[in-house]
């Protein structure tokens, strides 16, 4: 019986997409492996570097006053004061004006925020995950991170992370927007029409990523590369509209659409040309 149940549950489920499965085979086990084999060993506790102290933290959340983070009539006081006070930096390095936090400090840090203010807390988390900070951090060319990443570090850009679309969610692989490379008065560009929605930061956001599957039908492209490719865009840049927002279950964080149509020069795709 336990062998036609699994059969008839596997034909009626949805099969497990790529990017789901990246995502499993990406983990390992911890306390759970200690609980299933009937012994529990407790991880030893980690010790952090006090980069972010706490007397700057809750300095943050003893200013907060409890008034709608988004939208408002305060100019985005405290989007703005958290990118100038650095909390959007903790991914990037040191190096580039950022405070780099281990991943249990970061935790520590966004649990905490939230803790006071659920749409204070997921501003603070996006930036702080996938998104241009990190993607620059592994990828981007030299003169990209000398030019985006201490300005992201210290607020002057407001990331945001332009994946979802109506049809894909939050896979990469899904039906994501496509980009098609062309020529312009002999020059290579990318041509773009996307759709993104529930996009964390979208309406107040000047640097984005933007996220879509670029094809090559005429073979322009010397490295014979097509495929998901991500490209960041200044707020202003020609064809892109930034001008509605979503409100999810009256949360009251910045969350939006990103449209357009418009081209990409190849050099602002992330890690240049090559990628």
């Known amino acids: 019986m336990s062998r036609v149940l699994f059969n008839f549950v596997k034909n009626k489920i949805p099969k497990i997409s790529s990017t789901e499965l990246i995502a499993l085979q990406s983990g390992n086990t911890s306390l759970d492996r200690s609980i299933l084999k009937g012994i529990i060993q407790f991880p030893k506790k980690e010790t952090f570097d006090n980069k972010i102290t706490d007397s700057k933290l809750n300095d943050l959340l003893n200013k907060f006053d409890g008034s709608s983070v988004y939208p408002n009539n305060n100019s985005n ?132 990523g933007i996220a879509f599957n670029l094809k090559d039908p005429n073979n322009i492209l010397t490295s014979k590369k097509s495929g998901v490719t991500l490209a960041l865009l200044e707020r202003g840049h020609k064809g892109l509209i930034q001008e509605t927002h979503h409100n999810p279950l009256n949360a009251g964080f910045p969350n939006g659409t990103i449209k357009g149509e418009f081209l990409i020069d190849p050099e602002q795709v992330i890690g240049g040309p090559e990628n």
């Not at 580039?96 to 603070?124: M, Q």
């Not at 002057?156 to 008065?185: M, Q, R």
């Open 77 to 208: 006081y405290w989007i703005n004061y958290l990118a100038k006070n650095k909390y959007f930096s903790f991914l990037i390095n040191e190096n580039y004006g950022g405070i780099k936090l281990k991943t249990k400090e970061l935790s520590n840090v966004l649990t905490k925020i939230s803790s006071v203010d659920p749409a204070l807390g997921v501003i603070a988390m996006v930036p702080n995950s996938l998104g241009p900070g990190e993607l620059l951090t592994h990828y981007g060319t030299k003169e990209q991170k000398n030019k985006y990443l201490p300005s992201l570090a210290n607020g002057t850009y407001i990331p945001c992370f332009g994946l979802t679309g109506p049809n894909n969610g939050s896979d990469a692989t899904g039906a994501i927007d496509e980009g098609t490379v062309v020529k312009v008065n002999g020059k290579t560009m990318i041509k773009v029409k996307i759709n993104k929605r529930y996009i964390t930061l979208a309406p107040v956001a000047n640097l984005m």
